[in-house]
């Protein structure tokens, strides 16, 4: 059974992710770190006592399409996904306007959290949902969104996000479905889209695509590319339902994981061209689009982080249960729980580690887009913007890749239980595996980094980045040595934390003069060990910063942050060296490498 770390999770918002100048920029605000508490707390009880009761049934049963094309999701995930809703929880960053809570990023990123902690599946239709809202609140005319907005807001509709072409994947120059002005302000769409997440399901009575498209006169490539929102079933001015529209449901794909999210195959204008409306610009669709891709990919990340935690919970579940052996220095009669074992002890503390990594990294990167929003002035939202960008692709690629191997140590940790099914296990592996390849590829987030957000502002966020690294390291290296075996080891952690910033100091210098120079195949080539060297470097700080906060707590809870920070240190930190060799030193061969020959 999942239980919601909120106790942690609040600690990270607090005093590492830096909930409290967002609380101080919404000045008009209500919300307080107690009632942020209070969301938490409610948020973890309904995901542990109502999610994750879903999780392994929906695993099982799966969302099943019949020979009309609907589709049915397994059972009781509709009284759970109302439920949810009526919590308000769909709105919870949604604008007041449109009856929204309009609260924090931060929030939602911490909500998200447990929701795929409880079920991946299950937060797949509000993450894309909660996309689509963003996209229209930004880029729709009036109309729309007064028609839209407040069914999206409250959860009676979902919303989904059609790009994805058979011929189409991660090129979209390539996408070649069709959009035709009717003459009356309204477009008729043809074409096929695949691997639309909850693209049919039988939760809600309506699902507003967001579809990718060309005009007739559109230019080549993706500056030809236009948004329309084409809804499954038309709406009438005063906002009642009408006829359905001419799009449908041709397929269900038979996926690794996540069986309870239907992956769908669509098809619009079977007859004649489902009825869209153009959102934003025409030609301009790929902007609108970002704007819901780049806070989706933040909240893939999320997934991952969740799928950690979860798989975290349930192997050390399994270790305190499971007896094996004698441990090193046990006492009494009969075998040892085995996670008394080194071996599983490690195992342990670096899931622990590496999952609140990825929980301080998706949290700082939520408070930078809250920045980026509520900062007073404009150099300062700027700035926080710059921040956000640079972090985003850390946060989707890292975090995922982080799912997805602390889910495979907890198999581990499992042994043979954890190749059976019956010990959810191997579900956890299966659905976070899908995390690192949607929502561009980690290796599409590398590349991203490298050659857009690196070069922003001649470097000066990344540069700002590892200057507050430092500043993390300096302060560690000032705590006493004249305490526990954790607090003795921040100085030494800090001591690490500064060669490891020197390492990727290193790196970026590297790559701006790569970049510089136009040797851009050996920048590329070194890419993902980059990001890899800026996620633990960065997350090693989080840590540490983490471990120097509350100095005076003395809890169990507080002695292990500091505990963890120091594995981190001692058993990570170092890798960062080894990165910074793969960034600089391992381009060239890779460069000269062909596999064609």
Not at 266 to 272: K, L, N
Not at 290 to 304: D, K, P
Not at 400 to 426: C, P
């Amino acid at each position: 059974m999942y239980n919601a770390p909120v106790s942690e999770i609040a600690f990270t918002l607090k005093h590492v992710a830096g909930l409290a100048d967002v609380l101080a920029a919404d000045a008009g605000g209500e919300l307080s770190e107690d009632l942020v508490v209070a969301i938490l707390e409610e948020a973890g009880r309904f995901a542990g006592e109502e999610v994750a009761p879903l999780n392994m049934l929906g695993d099982r049963e799966g969302a099943r399409r019949d020979a009309q094309g609907s589709v049915t999701m397994p059972a009781g995930w509709k009284s759970v996904y109302d439920a949810w809703c009526a919590g308000g929880w769909n709105g919870l960053t949604g604008a007041p306007d449109h009856g929204g809570q309009g609260l924090p990023v931060m929030l939602q990123a911490a909500t998200f959290e447990m929701w795929n902690s409880a079920s991946m599946a299950f937060a797949m239709g509000p993450m894309l949902t909660m996309g689509a809202i963003e996209a229209l609140e930004a880029h729709a005319s009036d109309e729309l969104r007064a028609l839209y907005l407040p069914r999206l807001v409250s959860g009676e509709w979902t919303g989904t996000m059609n790009l994805t072409e058979p011929q189409a994947g991660s090129d979209l120059n390539a996408l070649r479905t069709r959009a035709e002005p009717a003459g009356d302000g309204t477009y008729r769409i043809t074409g096929q889209k695949i691997y639309i997440t909850y693209g049919e399901h039988d939760l809600t009575d309506n699902i507003v695509h967001l579809v990718l498209a060309r005009l007739p006169d559109a230019p080549a490539g993706t500056r030809g590319l236009s948004l329309f929102l084409v809804p499954k079933i038309l709406v009438e001015a005063d906002g009642s339902l009408g006829a359905a529209n001419d799009v449908r449901c041709a397929g269900l794909e038979h996926k690794m994981g996540i069986h309870a999210s239907p992956t769908c195959t669509m098809v619009f204008g079977d007859e004649g061209g489902a009825v869209g409306w153009l959102v934003g610009e025409e030609n301009r669709g790929l902007a609108c689009m970002f704007t819901m891709m780049n806070n989706a990919r933040l909240a893939v990340g999320i997934q991952g982080l969740g799928v950690a935690e979860g798989a975290l919970q349930k192997a050390t579940a399994y270790a305190l249960e499971r007896r094996q052996g004698r441990a090193p220095g046990a006492r009494g009669d009969g075998m040892s729980p085995i996670a008394a074992h080194p071996d599983i002890k490690r195992t342990l503390l670096a899931m622990q580690a590496w999952t609140q990594v990825a929980r301080s990294i998706c949290l700082t990167t939520a408070q930078a887009l809250d920045m980026a929003r509520l900062a007073g002035d404009a150099e300062a939202r700027a700035r926080w913007g710059a921040r956000a960008a640079l972090l985003t692709p850390v946060a989707k690629a890292l975090s995922t890749d982080i799912g997805f191997e602390v889910a495979s140590m907890g198999m581990q940790v499992h042994g043979g239980m954890g190749y059976i099914e019956e010990t959810g296990a191997a579900q956890l592996l299966r659905d976070v595996r899908i995390a690192s390849i949607y929502e561009g590829t980690n290796g599409i987030q590398a590349i991203d980094l490298v050659q857009r957000k690196l070069p922003m502002e001649g470097g000066a966020p990344v540069r700002a980045l590892i200057e507050e690294i430092s500043g993390v390291a300096e302060a560690a290296g000032g705590a006493p040595t004249d305490s526990g075996l954790a607090d003795r080891g921040l100085a030494d952690s800090g001591a690490r934390l500064a060669r490891a910033a020197a390492a990727l100091r290193q790196a970026v210098d590297w790559m701006g003069a790569a970049l510089a120079e136009g040797r851009t195949a050996e920048a590329l080539a070194g890419a993902t060990p980059f990001l890899r060297l800026l996620g633990t470097v960065h997350g090693g700080a989080l840590l540490i910063k983490g471990a120097l906060a509350r100095r005076d707590d003395t809890s169990p809870a507080a002695g292990h942050r500091r505990l963890l920070a120091r594995y981190f240190a001692t058993a990570h930190l170092g890798e960062a060296e080894a990165l910074k060799d793969q960034v600089t030193g391992g381009a060239e061969a890779v460069v000269a490498y062909d596999p064609l020959v």
